[in-house]
């Protein structure tokens, strides 16, 4: 009951009534051609700007193309600057988690490298120690 008295049910656009469909395209209609007269208008205004602004831009060419390139070689050693600082921030607060053994991600991953290493580092010294006794063995007979 409280159902059929609801207005804004969400209905099949089949079943809807021929007037809401009449509204609903009317609508579109209109803001289509809105936005469509607007991007017009836009680009109309775009066209007139540059044609304005060509020969100035051609007049100041030798002071603004040294000057945008100095401005914009600036401006990305600015970005660099502060991202690398980010990135160092990032990995030393990372540092000071896993130190303080806040346990910080990826610091499983860490632990098991840094235990797979030491395991492989102990191999490879135990291996040197027994080439290193043949070989003294080995010379000693000869």
Do not use: C, N
């Amino acid at each position: 009951m409280a159902d059929q008295h609801h207005p804004r049910q969400l209905q099949d656009p089949a079943h809807q009534p021929r007037s809401h469909q009449v509204v609903k395209a009317a609508t579109a209609a209109t803001a289509g051609g809105s936005l469509l007269v607007l991007s017009g208008l836009i680009l109309a205004g775009t066209v007139i700007a540059l044609t304005i602004a060509t020969p100035l831009f051609v007049i100041f060419s030798p002071v603004l193309v040294p000057a945008v390139i100095t401005v914009s070689l600036i401006i990305m050693g600015f970005l660099a600057s502060g991202g690398f600082g980010v990135a160092a921030l990032t990995v030393l607060s990372w540092i000071y988690r896993y130190v303080t053994g806040r346990h910080p991600p990826g610091a499983d991953q860490l632990d098991h490298a840094r235990m797979k290493l030491a395991s492989k580092a102990r191999e490879m010294k135990d291996r040197a120690e027994q080439f290193g006794q043949q070989h003294v063995t080995g010379s000693q007979g000869s």
